[in-house]
């Protein structure tokens, strides 16, 4: 059975920092890509960032470039996403996501398996 498990959500004032993670138990973590996603309120779930199984690719969103770092340890089955310089339309649930495959893409659809969520607020 695959699982993913997000931690690290919470509440964050403007500018402040956040790291976000995501173990994964039941798939080949090492041959896997992993994304994490988010859906603000009242919104449609959005891509935030990828990474490939040997972490040479990464991919952000447009709106996260230069904010946020997504990073993987294998030997762990552990994604990060590193969130610095919050601001509060970042606020949404977010996300972790795996597929068992080589590239990385930003298509919610490309991803089987996903996580429960953890919830981040970004609010003075």
């Known amino acids: 059975q695959v699982q993913l498990v997000e931690s690290g959500g919470g509440f964050v004032q403007p500018g402040g920092s956040l790291r976000l993670s995501c173990v994964v138990s039941?798939?080949?973590?090492?041959?896997?890509?992993m994304a994490w996603f988010r859906q603000p309120p009242g919104k449609e779930r959005e891509f935030v960032a990828a990474?490939?199984?040997?972490?040479?690719?990464?991919d952000y969103a447009d709106s996260v470039k230069g904010r946020f770092t997504i990073s993987r340890h294998n030997y762990k089955s552990t994604v990060y996403l590193q969130m610095d310089d919050l601001k509060p339309e970042d606020t949404a649930v977010y996300y972790c996501?795996?597929?068992?495959?080589?590239?990385?893409?930003?298509?919610?659809?490309?991803?089987?398996?996903w996580g429960q969520g953890t919830q981040v607020t970004v609010s003075s």
């Open positions: 996501a795996a597929y068992t495959g080589w590239g990385i893409s930003s298509r919610a659809d490309t991803y089987d398996y």
């Open positions: 039941g798939l080949t973590f090492n041959s896997s890509a």
């Open positions: 990474i490939a199984w040997s972490s040479f690719n990464r």
